[in-house]
């Protein structure tokens, strides 16, 4: 998405409010961003998805909002051309070109298209599910550490929906949170800790990295059926020498809109990048994962072992070329 705003700046402020005992006063408001920690653009750069996480604990749950690109745009392009401040906006003192804008300017005051997901949500991916209708329709996945779950939600171009009902800004329910395998709660549940998260288009899946475990989970979502955790593979990396503790973190598809496209996971334990394949039985059965190559990010460090804590990963946007992001050394591989 092309939209970096040279001098001057548009600027979003994030409001704070407190809550009380009160059951309606503790449910997040749905004009305010508090504690965002994933962020996706429609494929169509209609909206922007933002998972804000609770992480203060200050309502009952955490949301995903959802911002129209275009509302964007014009109060950019209107404070650049004209510079006219809206209300709820206020030119920054210090930095004059800058326009500072409270989230409700964008989100409006009554927005009913979001939903409410559990606590502590890290990251959000986008899954295309027009099947080239032109509709809009997508697919979004959420991870979320405090269930632990993995919530999703269907957008049907104008709002997003996680449950049967028709009431705007809802919990997601129970069928719209993976907790276990087949969403059967007598069967394996899933790691605690889910971090990281890539869906893939044309192979109709999703997959979630776990923080603490080295675990990765496979999600099947079928673009005309709900989504469900089919896989699950345990103890992908080798624990920490230091800690004694395993990690999954980035992850990432070098093709998502097609089928059969290699997944690459980082670690926060191991200097590896492990890949994985989905493969789908001619029988109809679920689909597993597959684990395939890797390779050791051992050449940046004063030592071997050295980076041991990949925690984002990207590919160019023709696939030939992986961007990592790791935390010891701090440094872009």
């Known amino acids: ?79 650049v051309s004209a510079g006219t401040v809206p209300a709820d906006c206020r030119q920054d003192g210090e930095f004059t070109e800058t326009l500072v804008c409270d ?33 809009g329709a997508l697919r979004l996945f959420i991870p979320t550490r405090g269930d632990p779950s993995i919530a999703w939600s269907d957008w049907d171009g104008s709002r997003l929906s996680c449950g049967t009902g028709t009431e705007g800004f809802a919990l997601c329910d129970e069928e719209h949170r993976l907790s276990f395998v087949n969403n059967d709660a007598d069967n394996i549940a899933i790691p605690e800790e889910p971090f990281g998260v890539f869906a893939s288009t044309g192979g109709q899946f999703a997959m979630v990295s776990h923080l603490t475990s080295g675990a990765v989970t496979l999600i099947d979502s079928p673009i005309t059926g709900p989504a469900r955790i089919t896989d699950i593979d345990r103890g ?5 020498p230091n800690t004694g503790l395993r990690g999954a973190t980035g992850i990432v598809g070098r093709t998502p809109d097609q089928p059969g496209g290699i997944v690459y996971v980082g670690s926060r334990s191991e200097d590896r990048v492990q890949t ?15 684990q395939g190559g ?17 925690r984002g990963m990207a590919f160019s946007g023709d696939g030939s070329r992986l961007y990592l992001v790791n935390r010891r050394p701090p440094s872009l591989q």
């Open 103 to 135: 989230a409700r300017v964008l989100l409006g005051p009554t927005n009913t298209v979001g939903v409410r997901i559990g606590n502590f949500a890290s990251d959000l991916a986008i899954q295309d599910t027009s099947a080239g209708s032109g509709n």
């Open 236 to 240: 992908v990396f080798q624990p920490d």
């Open 276 to 290: 994985f394949t989905v493969e789908r039985p001619v029988n109809g059965a679920d689909p597993f994962l597959i």
């Open 1 to 79: 998405m092309d939209r970096v705003y040279s001098r001057p700046w548009l600027a979003l402020g994030l409001a704070a409010v407190g809550c009380t005992a009160s059951s309606e006063e503790v449910r997040p408001p749905a004009d305010i961003l508090f504690f965002p920690t994933g962020a996706a653009v429609a494929p169509d750069e209609s909206h922007l998805f933002v998972t804000n996480a609770n992480s203060e604990l200050r309502y009952d749950s955490g949301t995903v909002s959802v911002l129209s690109l275009a509302t964007v745009d014009a109060v950019a392009n209107d404070w």
């Open 294 to 310: 890797w390779f050791f990010l051992d050449a940046v460090g004063t030592n071997n072992g050295m980076s041991r804590d990949t």
